[in-house]
Structure formats: C-alpha cells, structure tokens
C-alpha cells in the first residue's frame, strides 16, 4: 500500500478467492523534485519537520500513545503464539522480485521434504503461478494475492495459515511480495527474516534497502556461479550488509548448482528443531500440570470424571 | 515505506478511541517519527489527507514530532546521532552501533471536539 506503487486493500485475495473488499483510494501523488545538482533524483524523504502548537477551541485534547503498527503487531503476536503451538518453524523470505526466492525454494523444499514436513505461504500481487510451482514439489502452498498491496501483513498470513490446516512440527516458508521496502515494518509473527540477494543485483543494495537489511537475521547471497561472469564485489556486499546490521549471518549460495545450499538447510533444520522440542516441551508441561491438578482433586476426593 | 497502511492504522486508532473517550470529531493529529522509522513525511502527510477523508477525522491538522535516531558504538561506547542506518559512529568510524532510538511511530494525542 504505497504511496507511489498502490494503495489500498482492495483486490486482495486467498488462493484465488476474494478477501476484504475496500474502497479503492484516489492517487496523485508526485515526489518533490529537488534541482539540487545531483542529476534527475526525486526525494521523498527531506522535508523539515513542521511542529504546530494546536488552536485554541472549543476542542480538548486526548493523549493517546499507542504504537501506529500496533493492530498488525497484535496479530503478529497471535501468528507467533500458533506457530509455537504447532511447533511450527516460521521463515519470512524477502527480496526483490528476480532474486530467485521461488527458485531457490522449490529446491530447499525438495531438499527438505525428507527430513521434514515444509509448507509454504506465498504472497504476490497477482497471479497464482508462484503457489503451482511450489505445489509441484509436493509441498502444501496457499497462494496470497495482495492485490494493490506491496507486502503481507500478520492479518492476511494467519487467514492463510488457516487453509494449510492441519499443519504441526513443521517448517512454514512465508514468501513476501517481491520488495525490499514495506514488508520490512510488518511483522508477520516469523521466528527470522530472511533477506535473499542475488550476485546479479548490486553490491550495494544493503546500503540502498537499509531497514530491510536492519530487519532480516540472514542473508542468502544467492546466483553465485555467475560470479565468475559479474563483476560483482562478495566482500563489499558483506562489508555494506554488517555497517546497517553488524549481527547479520551470511551464506553464499546457488539454488541452480546446489553450491552452498547444505549450509542454509542445516540452518533451516536447526530452527526447525528448535520450534519442535519447544512444541513437545510445552506439551509435557502442559501434561505435568493437568496431571498436578488431577492428583490435588482425587486428595480432596473429588476424583476428575466422577461427575 | 506504506504510508498508506499507516494511515489506515491510525484511522483504526482513532475509530477504536472515538467511543471510548466520547469524541466525534477528530481536529487534529499528533504523531511521533523517528528519523529510522522508514517514514518519508512528505508521503505520510498526502496519505493522511486522503485517508482522513469520508472518516470522523476528514480535514484534520497532522502534526509531526520527529525523533531523533541515536545509536551506543560498541566500540567505542559513545551515544552518538544518526540520520540513517548505515551511518558510522561520529566519534570513532566504527560501524558496530546498535540503535537505541529513532524507529517511533507513535500517535501521541489527539485534538478532538
């Protein structure tokens, strides 16, 4: 819902079927264009902040202090608390469009697919082609259409989430619209964010997208057996990506040649098992509890089912 | 970033705040920005103005605090002020900063008859 590339949450829709219908908005917007002598560059981003002290009315004034993203943050939480339920390993992959996400998943979830059950949520503003590619692999996708949206927000993955029931112990790939710019503020209720970049992009992406190389926890440098054919600086990119977020973890990787890859699903598998053993753990604590509260009803004699 | 969401968002703020605290009409909007919220406020004030309109809140004023972003090098343990990112620490170079404030994005108060 940008400003400049749409707006609204008109159109979007669940595997094909319509979901939330709303007004569309008007649009003519136009970015201010500074002659500041650095060539045709259109910013959006350097107005002066304009404080007004407001006027003196009728009106009263409520305080209020409450998060702007907090509806999506109260969702994303609800997400997080399903995913740990299920013992679900939820990844949210970012990137722009062509970096090979849906490439390189469908050769992670084939790779996967032994060891684990893996499901997949994929958002983009059109199109169903993404999910029935996925689907080929065997795994389970519900395909997301934002419409004129530009990400997926916590609402629409736990509408999603919803049709890949029954899902447990398993490893969830949400893939975001193709952007590296909104989907870095919404919090879907992931366990990490996953930026892939890919060698034929520039080195200096990192620096370009900087929230969202703020957000994510690792980076897949993805395409690397076109290095040899790019003039594409590895170090530089790494170098870029650490300034805006100096804990970042890297892996360089080809979906294509497999290069790489067994270092990202070792990754994937050990996230996975995480959320697993946590799952089980809180189930048998859940036992031990109720197994507590039984043994304190039958010393009162009132035995559980004697009702 | 989506300014446009945003501002749907405080539309369902003020919305979810109108019964609560027995307003009708909303005159005026403050809200808090941080310089790391990904927030371009020119973006923020045209969304406003078309989000706003047919709701309680149709012509109200926005106004805009902004925050500062700071960031504590870890290497050389300053506090010091960034503007983006990827700015290095101002005191030593050193590109290690965790930051500690500027990503608000807040609706602080509202003037509402």
């Known amino acids: 819902m940008c400003t400049v590339c749409g707006c609204g949450e008109g159109n979007l829709t669940i595997d094909g079927s319509s979901h939330h219908p709303h007004p569309e908005h008007r649009h003519e917007h136009e970015p201010h ?36 993203l907090a509806k999506n943050g109260a969702y994303a939480e609800a997400n997080r608390r399903r ?17 090979g996400k849906t490439s390189l998943l469908t050769a992670s979830i084939r790779a ?11 958002g983009d503003q059109q199109t169903q082609n993404d999910a029935a590619r996925i689907r080929d692999t065997g795994a389970r996708a519900v395909q997301v259409n934002t419409g004129k949206g530009c990400h997926l927000d916590a609402h629409m993955v736990g509408h999603a989430l919803d049709h890949l029931m029954p899902l447990q112990d398993a490893v969830l790939m949400i893939e975001n ?12 209720g992931e366990a990490h964010k996953v930026a892939v970049l890919s060698v034929t992009e520039g ?30 600086d590895v170090a530089q990119c790494i170098d870029y990506a650490r300034r805006i977020n100096p804990d970042l973890t890297v892996i360089q990787l080809s979906a294509t040649t497999g290069e790489g890859m067994e270092a990202w699903l070792d990754w994937v598998a050990a996230g996975w098992q995480q959320a697993v053993t946590r799952r089980r753990e809180s189930v048998a604590a859940l036992k031990r509890r109720i197994a507590e509260l039984e043994a304190r009803l039958e010393a009162a004699g009132l035995s559980p089912g004697a009702a | 970033m989506h300014e446009m969401s945003l501002c749907e968002g405080v539309i369902q703020v003020i919305e979810a705040q109108a019964p609560q605290q027995g307003f009708a009409r909303v005159l005026g909007v403050t809200l808090e920005v941080g310089a790391l919220a990904g927030v371009e406020l020119d973006a923020l004030r045209f969304c406003f103005e078309v989000v706003c ?29 960034v503007a983006q990112r990827f700015d290095a620490c101002g005191a030593c170079g050193s590109y290690r900063l965790q930051v500690t404030a500027g990503e608000e994005l807040r609706i602080q108060e509202l003037e509402v008859e």
């Open chain 1, 33 to 68: 264009h500074h002659g500041d002598g650095h060539g045709e560059t259109l910013h959006y981003g350097q107005g002066p902040a304009h404080a007004h002290a407001p006027g003196l009315s009728q009106s009263r004034m409520v305080r209020i202090e409450q998060d702007i």
């Open chain 1, 112 to 122: 996967l697919q032994s060891r684990m059950p893996v499901a997949v949520i994929e």
């Open chain 1, 203 to 232: 080195e200096d992406k990192p620096l370009k997208y900087p929230d969202m190389f703020h957000a994510a926890d690792l980076m897949l440098l993805n395409k690397v057996d076109l290095l040899p054919h790019l003039d594409f």
């Open chain 1, 177 to 188: 619209v193709g952007n590296l710019v909104c989907p870095a503020g919404f919090d879907l």
């Open chain 2, 53 to 81: 309109r047919d709701t309680l809140a149709e012509g109200a004023a926005l106004h805009i605090r902004e925050r500062a972003g700071l960031a504590h090098c870890f290497d050389c343990g300053s506090q010091v002020e």
């Open chain 1, 83 to 99: 995913f740990d339920e299920l013992g679900l390993f939820a990844l949210n992959l970012v990137s722009s469009p062509g970096s």
